[in-house]
């Protein structure tokens, strides 16, 4: 009898956490963050318009992020071009991921990549996204609210790299070391009148060359990722992929 009221009690506050994380998350919640920040000199910025280019690998052809980025860039007064020799600053967008979390996905993961890198970084922690609340526990009540609510999280994450003009041409410098092992030779032994030696050592010949050349740059490049996070008890995708969206073009129409 004990044990049973233990049980139903364990029970009961499984079922009101539940409930308090679900009434938590009732609605949509979002946060941004950058890789880095990024400042514009204003000398950068003139009457030329931007020149924009965005990539889409998400998998979801239909978001169209291109035209809502050049709607933001129109409201704020730029004029957005597809010809990058008639523009100023150039914007080159990498639309990389817009979906649930994956397994160990967190914002500061994705973060710790950096700039074209991993999505999941050694830095993920532990992600609520499409776990059923309760399901800790593994059966009873947990489970079965596990069954109709559920805490998910969705990701958006852009690389964007940003191209400066520059007033004089610079050069920039790069150099390369390259090494090449040539063979192996290995010991051997020798006889004398006073017997038999061995040598069991070996020697390596190695062969390196150093490559450096000058290239002359006219804009100075920066760049960064930009992660949206969105929270959300039975997440409305459709909603979040919106909310997402706006929220990262935002972020880069306001680079200018």
Not at 56 to 85: M, R
Not at 98 to 120: C, H, N, P, V
Not at 141 to 169: A, H, S
Request: charged share 20%.
């Amino acid at each position: 009898m004990k044990s049973t009221l233990i049980m139903f009690a364990a029970l009961i506050a499984l079922a009101t956490q539940s409930g308090c994380t679900a009434i938590k998350h009732r609605n949509l919640e979002t946060q941004l963050q950058l890789q880095q920040s990024v400042f514009i000199s204003p000398d950068s910025i003139d009457d030329r318009p931007v020149y924009l280019r965005v990539s889409n690998q998400t998998g979801k052809p239909d978001i169209d992020f291109d035209a809502l980025l050049t709607q933001k860039f129109a409201v704020k007064g730029y004029k957005v071009t597809k010809n990058a020799k008639e523009a100023g600053i150039r914007l080159l967008v990498n639309f990389v991921y817009l979906d649930k979390a994956r397994e160990g996905m967190s914002k500061e993961g994705a973060i710790a990549g950096g700039f074209g890198g991993a999505l999941i970084g050694g830095l993920a922690t532990q992600s609520i996204g499409g776990a059923a609340v309760g399901a800790a526990a593994g059966a009873g009540v947990g489970g079965f609210l596990g069954i109709f609510v559920t805490v998910d999280t969705w990701y958006g994450v852009v690389d964007v790299q940003i191209e400066e003009p520059l007033k004089n041409m610079a050069v920039r410098r790069t150099s390369s070391v390259t090494e090449q092992q040539l063979g192996v030779k290995s010991g051997e032994g020798h006889s004398s009148s006073r017997g038999t030696s061995s040598s069991s050592g070996s020697q390596s010949t190695r062969e390196s060359s150093a490559l450096e050349y000058n290239e002359n740059v006219n804009h100075k490049k920066t760049q960064t990722r930009i992660v949206v996070e969105a929270v959300q008890t039975n997440i409305d995708e459709t909603e979040a992929s919106r909310q997402i969206r706006e929220q990262l073009a935002d972020s880069i129409a306001n680079f200018l």
